[in-house]
């Protein structure tokens, strides 16, 4: 079960996922009722904008979703090629324009679950079928997925896009990489993260405040190295005491 308010009003969405029913109320739950553009019986994930209050979606666990963009009195179907992923967060939002959002897609059709992961994207709120960003990914980010972090610059605070991707010959973890586009991935590089060179072994990345970082695990060990930027272009290692060790959890 999940529920969240819609911030600055009485309105409510409530989750049922185990009867498969998503509830709406106007009026902080006096009255609650079935939205009745959503099929019940059918499992949803919940997920609410994190920059607009007037949008939410609904992800379902095939290849269906429903979307909103005024607090859930109207619902709008979109559909995607993949399922939503279980290795990375489904949805990536851009802070200043709420239309951008990332899909971060896998397609299983192995029998041992060795799946397949990749990422679409959406400049329309997912009002036309979103378009696929690149395969082989390990999650997909906009670099201006934080109110806090900047590039520097807006029009590349408006485009540009990290990836965690396969290596070019493997897909073991070892050799994964970070790229960066400005395109939509018509484009690619592999930044320098550590003193003019590239590091393999990239486990993942976030926002901390207004840093992006980067997470490297060296093969045969648990230790970590963290790399930062304060402008997704000029990267620097973070530097621990020699007694303090950084370990994959």
């Known amino acids: 079960m999940s529920l969240f308010y819609f911030d600055d009003t009485d309105t409510i969405l409530f989750n049922d996922r185990d009867a498969g029913i998503v509830y709406r109320t106007t009026n902080a739950g ?8 959503v099929p019940k019986g059918v499992e949803h994930f919940l997920f609410e904008h994190p ?16 979307a909103t963009d005024d607090r859930g009195e109207t619902w709008y179907q979109f559909s995607t090629e993949h399922y939503l992923s279980t290795f990375s967060a489904p949805l990536n939002f851009h802070a200043e324009d709420p239309e951008k959002i990332i899909f971060n897609a896998m397609k299983c059709d192995d029998p041992f679950m060795m799946c397949d992961e990749m990422a679409y994207h959406t400049v329309d709120g997912f009002k036309t079928t979103p378009k696929l960003l690149r395969t082989a990914t ?15 610059d807006p029009k590349t605070d408006g485009r540009r896009i990290l990836c965690v991707a396969e290596g070019r010959y493997s897909n073991w973890p070892r050799d994964n990489r ?14 320098d993260l550590d003193k003019g060179r590239t590091v393999p072994g990239v486990v993942d990345m976030a926002i901390v405040s207004n840093y992006l970082v980067v997470a490297v ?12 930027t304060t ?14 060790r950084l370990e994959e959890d």
């Open 30 to 37: 006096i009255k609650w009722d079935p939205i009745a553009q």
């Open 51 to 66: 920059y607009d209050n007037h949008r939410a979606y609904l992800l379902g666990g095939a290849l269906d979703h429903w």
């Open 138 to 152: 390990r999650g997909c980010y906009f670099a201006k997925s934080s109110n806090l972090f900047s590039t520097g």
């Open 178 to 191: 970070l790229l960066v586009s400005d395109d939509y991935f018509d484009t690619e590089e592999e930044p």
């Open 217 to 228: 695990k060296a093969e045969g060990t648990q230790e970590m190295a963290l790399f930062v």
């Open 231 to 244: 402008d997704a272009e000029h990267w620097h290692r973070a530097e621990f005491p020699s007694d303090h």
